[in-house]
T-cell receptor, first 113, second 111 residues
Framework: GENVEQHPSTLSVQEGDSAVIKCTYS??????FPWYKQELGKGPQLIID?????GEKKDQRIAVTLNKTAKHFSLHITETQPEDSAVYFC????????????FGRGTSLIVHP | SQTIHQWPATLVQPVGSPLSLECTVE??????LYWYRQAAGRGLQLLFY??????ISSEVPQNLSASRPQDRQFILSSKKLLLSDSGFYLC??????????FGSGTQLSVL
């Protein structure tokens, strides 16, 4: 089955700095890679996703890159703000079917004002 | 629009007591439904998923069970809670294009 490794487990940055979270996956058949943000005491929310037919996707201050050859993908947050502080999860899966995504263990991002 | 309801938000139960957590989805039909648990940290552990009424798949052998009595209702149960059942329980449904939508979660403390 799929195995997703996520690093770092904790990331501390100053407001305005950039933050990068990296994930690797093991199953070359995976073709859908979402990122979720979980604020304290709440359920995770999808913030951006990427499919295997593209290498990069951007939405305002967040972007995701995908390297299918190396089987890794990354979340980039620019100009971080205190409200970006949360736990971020990556996931990998195949589209369709029963759809059982495999999640990384999460990264706790702390943005210091 | 689609919404997901999960309750209660917080629950404190003694060891050995039963459990019933309910999740309902509105605005969609025949969704894939999921129960996840987060225990003492951040990882999302998949407990059960369902692709239709009465169809439940278990990912991890444990003290819990799940049922789907109606298309948009997913219930997590236990006959006798253990201390190790404490955690943050999340229900989710699968929308279009594989997007997962999570409920607000139930913080369960077993004492």
């Amino acid at each position: 089955g799929e195995n997703v490794e996520q690093h770092p487990s904790t990331l501390s940055v100053q407001e305005g700095d950039s933050a990068v979270i990296k994930c690797t996956y093991s199953d070359s058949a995976s073709n859908y890679f979402p990122w979720y943000k979980q604020e304290l005491g709440k359920g995770p929310q999808l913030i951006i996703d990427i499919r295997s037919n593209v290498g990069e996707k951007k939405d305002q201050r967040i972007a995701v890159t995908l390297n299918k050859t190396a089987k890794h993908f990354s979340l980039h947050i620019t100009e971080t703000q205190p409200e970006d502080s949360a736990v971020y999860f990556c996931a990998a899966s195949m589209q369709g079917g029963s759809y059982i995504p495999t999640f990384g263990r999460g990264t706790s991002l702390i943005v210091h004002p | 629009s689609q919404t997901i309801h999960q309750w209660p938000a917080t629950l404190v139960q003694p060891v050995g007591s039963p459990l019933s957590l309910e999740c309902t989805v509105e605005g969609t039909s025949n969704p894939n439904l999921y129960w996840y648990r987060q225990a003492a940290g951040r990882g999302l552990q998949l407990l059960f998923y369902s692709v239709g009424i009465g169809q439940i798949s278990s990912e991890v052998p444990q003290n819990l069970s799940a049922s789907r009595p109606q298309d948009r209702q997913f219930i997590l149960s236990s006959k006798k809670l253990l201390l190790s059942d404490s955690g943050f329980y999340l229900c989710a449904w699968r929308g279009i294009n594989e997007k997962l939508f999570f409920g607000s979660g139930t913080q369960l403390s077993v004492l």
